[in-house]
């Protein structure tokens, strides 16, 4: 077992096991329920994480989480309405309200 990524965040670290499962690799999450006792641990050591079981998967997944943590930020768009550059988050623009058209 291989540990594949940790945050403080539960939902970026459900999302990176989904994404990974997805992908026909087997992982698992370790501190799920830890948190309560960051008072007693350091809050590193309580944080969720996710491990992938058969090392042999570890660079294939690296790969995915790398590729699926930097493409949240690139994929802006420009709108057709204002040519107002909207984050790719965005399904309407924020200046003019007309839809996102990919």
């Given at each position: 077992?291989?540990?594949?990524?940790?945050?403080?965040?539960?939902?970026?670290?459900?999302?990176?096991?989904?994404?990974?499962?997805n992908?026909?690799?087997?992982?698992?999450?370790?501190?799920?329920?830890?948190g309560?006792?960051?008072?007693?641990?350091?809050?590193?050591?309580?944080?969720?994480?996710?491990?992938?079981?058969?090392?042999?998967?570890?660079?294939?997944?690296?790969?995915?989480?790398?590729?699926?943590?930097?493409?949240?930020t690139?994929?802006?768009?420009?709108?057709?309405?204002?040519?107002?550059?909207?984050?790719?988050?965005?399904?309407?623009?924020w200046?003019?309200?007309?839809?996102?058209?990919?």
């Amino acid at each position: 077992m291989k540990l594949i990524y940790t945050h403080e965040n539960r939902l970026l670290v459900s999302n990176v096991k989904n994404i990974l499962e997805n992908s026909d690799i087997a992982v698992t999450l370790k501190n799920e329920y830890v948190g309560s006792a960051s008072g007693d641990l350091s809050f590193l050591n309580t944080w969720p994480e996710v491990w992938v079981l058969n090392e042999n998967d570890y660079e294939r997944a690296m790969h995915l989480v790398n590729a699926a943590l930097t493409n949240e930020t690139k994929n802006e768009w420009t709108c057709p309405g204002c040519n107002e550059t909207n984050a790719a988050t965005f399904d309407l623009c924020w200046n003019c309200q007309k839809e996102n058209v990919v």
